[in-house]
């Protein structure tokens, strides 16, 4: 493994002779650890295909809940699956667990979401539990331990600080659209695709109940 240090190293310095300093990327970092997972694929019978990884809070996230996500190829200019891992995990190993669940859905090409396509894939290389967060299970995660020591020992240990991510940062600043009536204060929550018709009439008071939130 001295000899991928020395080939990463070799190959920067050609890039950016100027500037050898610089350190490993989060980035160059993830995809190193993409080549380690991808023979546990390999062994189940199924092939990592070409990935992009990025350290990145995933689209979907919603207070923080989401740490990993995989985008289809048909999302890529170029096809290719593009897989976010969130900064609020910098653990070595946490990292690599999230990174095997995207590669699940990558070899899926996130076609099959968390359904009986993932699940078979996911329970082979060794993930457990509930498919929409499923995890290393114990072999798996040894091996995962594994991968993780061997790449801090060869390449430094993953090159990012955990970032706390408030659920402020999600939560929208619209305040829902509402109907209250003006009399007896009975208020009802507002579809998107109905507010263009108006405030609905009280059933109690049968009078026009007024807008609250945000409407536009």
């Known amino acids: 493994m001295g000899r991928l240090r020395a080939h990463a190293v070799s190959l920067w310095s050609i890039i950016f002779p100027s500037m050898r300093s610089i350190p490993l990327t989060r980035e160059a970092w993830l995809l190193f650890a993409v080549g380690h997972i991808a023979p546990i694929f390999n062994e189940a019978g199924y092939t990592v295909p070409r990935v992009r990884v990025a350290c990145a809070i ?5 207070r923080g809940s989401a740490v990993g996500q995989c985008w289809p190829t048909t999302r890529s ?9 969130s900064p609020v995990h910098s653990d070595p190993v946490e990292v690599l667990d ?26 082979a290389v060794g993930l457990q539990g509930k498919m929409r967060e499923a995890s ?8 995962l331990q594994s991968i993780a020591t061997v790449m801090t020992t060869e390449l430094g240990p993953y090159p990012h600080a955990k970032l706390s991510v408030g659920g402020a940062m999600y939560e929208s600043s619209r305040k829902p659209a509402r109907a209250e009536c003006p009399r007896c204060k009975f208020k ?8 263009k018709i108006g405030p609905p009439i009280c059933p109690k008071d049968m009078v026009p109940m007024e807008k609250r939130g945000d409407w536009d």
């Open 98 to 123: 999230t990174l095997t669940h995207e590669l699940v859905h990558a070899v899926d090409d996130c076609q099959h979401r968390h359904g009986k396509e993932f699940k078979e894939i996911a329970l």
């Open 58 to 62: 995933p689209a979907t996230a919603r």
């Open 136 to 143: 290393a299970g114990p072999q798996l995660r040894l091996r």
């Open 77 to 85: 200019e170029d096809l290719v699956n593009e897989i976010y891992i």
């Open 188 to 195: 009802v929550s507002m579809l998107r695709n109905h507010l």
